[in-house]
């Protein structure tokens, strides 16, 4: 995976440099993607490149990429890269200014950086092979601004670690009145009696893509109930199963939550129907 695209050119990872003084690097100061595709073909391109145009906006980043261009991005790096089953980094700074000062510099140009990487196959609806996640859960101690896809990741990374450390794929993140709000890379969902359950978005909460999907796959199916309401704690921990999804996950089963087995300590039912309906419409968006 050695050719990166950066700031309109094609080169090896190697080659590729930015400034010190760049935002992105001083600050955090920037809004970044990530699309996986299967083959070369993208999951959810569209949604990803809106989410993308709307964080700049939310940031004040003047920035003119079409979806046309970071298609053709997107396409360049598979094909220079080989192709197969890659995730593709969209990384936007706001630039890179001749000194340091926490107000937005004016008539800077952004950092475009762009590479890909190698992810596992495609999730299949299949108990035998799934990945089955374990998970702790902490008080969500991040900024208050987690619907912004930014760049500056540190409080996610802390959380990450800290599930990483006690030997668990990832850590369930709850508010100060015990609700619960997503995962540090990840979106975070109950089943009870067969409805799908997921916090509502709001400032707490990063509107996932394959959240996006999924939800809208299974409420045009129809046969699995869902609900977009406040999720307690307490919910969580007497769940008959536990999902989180992400773009490189896609819906992924939690079968244990603090050292408890969730439910009967199996992936579920409910998972198996939702990732075969995922499977097959995902390619749609």
């Known amino acids: ?147 912004i896809k930014s760049t500056a990741l540190l409080g996610n990374v802390m959380h990450f670690q800290q599930g990483h450390a006690s030997g668990n794929n990832e850590i369930l993140l709850y508010n100060a009145d015990g609700e619960l709000t997503e995962g540090s890379a990840c979106n975070a969902y109950i089943v009870k009696d067969g409805v799908v359950i997921t916090p509502p978005l709001d400032n707490q909460i990063l509107p996932g893509i394959t959240r996006l999907m999924l939800l809208d796959i299974l409420n045009k199916d129809g046969s699995i109930k869902v609900e977009e309401r406040v999720v307690t704690m307490d919910e969580v921990r007497n769940a008959d199963e536990i999902w989180l999804t992400s773009s490189s996950k896609e819906i992924a089963p939690v079968v244990e939550l603090d050292g408890q087995p969730v439910g009967d300590g199996n992936i579920g039912d409910v998972w198996v129907k939702a990732q075969a309906l995922y499977s097959a419409g995902k390619y749609d968006y």
């Open 1 to 147: 995976m050695s050719i990166v695209y950066l700031n309109g050119s094609y080169m090896p990872m190697s080659e590729a440099k930015i400034s010190p003084m760049d935002r992105g690097f001083l600050f955090g100061d920037g809004i970044y993607e990530v699309i996986p595709s299967y083959d070369g073909k993208l999951v959810g391109f569209g949604p990803h490149i809106d989410r993308m145009n709307e964080g700049l906006g939310f940031i004040d980043v003047k920035f003119n990429y079409s979806h046309a261009d970071w298609r053709a991005v997107c396409e360049n790096l598979i094909e220079k890269n080989g192709g197969g089953n890659l995730g593709i980094y969209l990384h936007v700074s706001r630039g890179a200014d001749s000194k340091r000062f926490h107000a937005y510099p004016e008539d800077i140009e952004a950092t475009v950086f762009a590479f890909v990487f190698e992810i596992p196959a495609a999730p299949v609806a299949d108990k035998e092979v799934a990945k089955a996640y374990k998970v702790s859960s902490t008080e969500d101690l991040r900024w208050k601004r987690c619907n």
